[in-house]
DNA sequence: ATTCGTTATATCGGATCATACATAACGATC
DNA sequence: GATCGTTATGTATGATCCGATATAACGAAT
């Protein structure tokens, strides 16, 4: 039996190219559980060099970061969300909510494959 | 000032590989228009190697044909939907415009860029 | 000063994907 | 049977993304 399903993306762009989506959002989740840009990445399974990448990116292009981090220290350092990060990641789950919706209750696209 | 806009983008996936999505949908449209693989290729600016390997995925993938295409004769040949391929497009886009309402509707995200 | 885990940054190679090119087959019309 | 534009297919090249690796800087605690 073939195994079907619809799925959507959404994300957010800046002057054509790509800002926000469902990498950074499960990025930034994490970095507000672990404390950690490193383990945040572990933890999904993502290089460190990446993770920091899209932090940066978010930091950079938005009016206002969306990320702190601190490096040294008794655990080497850390990171967390700032309050513009944190309404950012809740403004995109209940976007991505509304349409995960919508997706559930049409699969009348699946009866042709 | 910055460009911002919310994009999303929903497609189906069958055995966990990419079978429908916004790239088909549109050739579709373009083979119904021209009646040809190659002329809806040229419209949209694609090859029509790729084109045709579309049209040869759906084909082979779905449970009925999508496209048929005949090959010689006066003009070289062409290609139509079939009824199946036409119901597709036409669930694709009503699934797809729901979504489009409900992102125009929500603008909260963008605030944060 | 040493230790520690993290932040921060550059570079290299590989894998994947897109594109371009090249060519054969086809069949109605003339 | 010559012509024509299309379908059908393979291959080679180029570009771009991704992962792995390496290394420096940092600062609190001991």
Not at 61 to 76: E, L, S, Y
Request: charged share 30%; with cysteine; proline share 2%.
């Amino acid at each position: 039996m073939k195994r079907k399903e619809i799925r959507v993306r959404c994300w957010v762009n800046v002057d054509g190219q790509r800002f926000f989506g469902p990498g950074p959002a499960e990025l930034l989740r994490l970095i507000e559980a672990t404390g950690s840009i490193s383990r945040a990445a572990r933890t999904m399974g993502m290089s460190y060099k990446k993770a920091w990448d899209i932090v940066d990116n978010l930091n950079t292009r938005a009016r206002k970061a969306f990320v702190i981090a601190h490096k040294g220290g008794q655990r080497g350092g850390g990171a967390q969300l700032t309050d513009t990060g944190r309404k950012a990641l809740v403004a995109y789950e209940k976007l991505a909510g509304k349409i995960e919706k919508i997706v559930r209750a049409e699969k009348a696209l699946l009866q042709f494959v």
